[in-house]
């Protein structure tokens, strides 16, 4: 049982079985356009076979996903002729085999139940003497299809609009970027003109002649004092927790000349 499947689900179903380009499937087609038809009747949904190999057949569906609704389309199953006396094929389509018990199909229908996914022939539909269509019906299928589509012209449109915009949102992204680049480029030729102001060291000319020597000299220079400095604070470090050290080790030898342990008291008599 497919549980939470709507109508709409179903005909989603429909319409991946019956696919272009050997179909045409096209939902909530009625029996003709306008009031000239004596009653007004609604097929959910019709597909025709564009093929000549697949017999160019008319098919008809009725999509039913409850028990409730079934039963009400069964006590007057005629009403469905309206648009069915058109088609070769006719056709009940379900969410669940359940909603259809035994016999209760009606004679020449066929059954399509959705199952995992997919829709199942349990009941093949017979042939149909079908009536060529009028115009109403001509009329109604080409309305249903106008609905059903959209025009290539107007994909085309959406497509030059959707190409416009990224060809002008990338344009202003390169805008921004050259600009960014640009001050950036600016403030590093700042830096390097206050370098040389200050140091005499030019480095924004190719004719800097020994000034890439002498600028890593310095930074070797640099680099050994930081490191002699970590050394120096580092043994500053050790001599003071040495010092922490002996503090501690005299303050325990001056408790312990204090206090006397036992047996030191007898030890002393005999000395004396």
Known sequence: MTVGMTEADVLKHLAKKYAAPEFVFLPRVRNGTGYSRTR?????????????????????????????????????????????????RW????????????????????????????????TPAEKLEAKPPDRLLLGSLLRATADSMVPRLSIQDEVNAAAKAADAAARSELKYKMADLERRANEADEWLEELREKTGVCLNRWDH?????????????LRFRKDADGFHDGLFGAVNRVRVLLGELEAVAKALGEVRLPGEEAQESARA
């Open 91 to 122: 056709w009940l389509a379900v969410s669940d085999p359940e909603i259809v018990q035994p016999g209760e199909l009606p004679s020449a229908w066929g059954l399509y139940v959705v199952k995992a996914g997919k829709v199942v022939c349990e």
């Open 209 to 221: 002649g020994n000034q890439g020597v002498a600028l890593k000299a310095l930074t070797s220079i």
């Open 40 to 88: 007004t009747r609604y097929a959910d949904a019709v597909a025709m076979s564009v093929w000549p190999s697949r017999g160019l057949d008319l098919h008809g569906f009725e999509v039913k996903v409850s028990r409730s609704d079934w039963l009400r389309e069964k006590k007057n199953p005629q009403k469905a002729d309206d648009v069915a006396a058109f088609c070769d």
